[in-house]
């Protein structure tokens, strides 16, 4: 799943360290679908945060300043910090 594109050694404070930069492959393609509305994720886990939390659940969180309303904490808290 990973390519290691960069691996660099040096020391620091005595200590030698080793950095390994990684991403993931360009080619990779997104293989998880959700079986009810066909939204696709690159990792499983990814798909199942979507249906416990996303998938065909109302918004349950809404902003007491506006009418924004979002299915997770952290985007509404993003919202208040970005709007407001």
Known sequence: MWLIVSKASFTSD???V????RTRSVNQEPTHRCEQCSRVYSHHSSLRNHQKFECGKPAQFGCPLCQY???RKGNLKSHIR???
């Open 14 to 16: 005595g200590v030698n």
């Open 18 to 21: 080793i950095v390994v930069t």
């Open 69 to 71: 309303r979002c299915k």
């Open 82 to 84: 970005n709007v407001h």
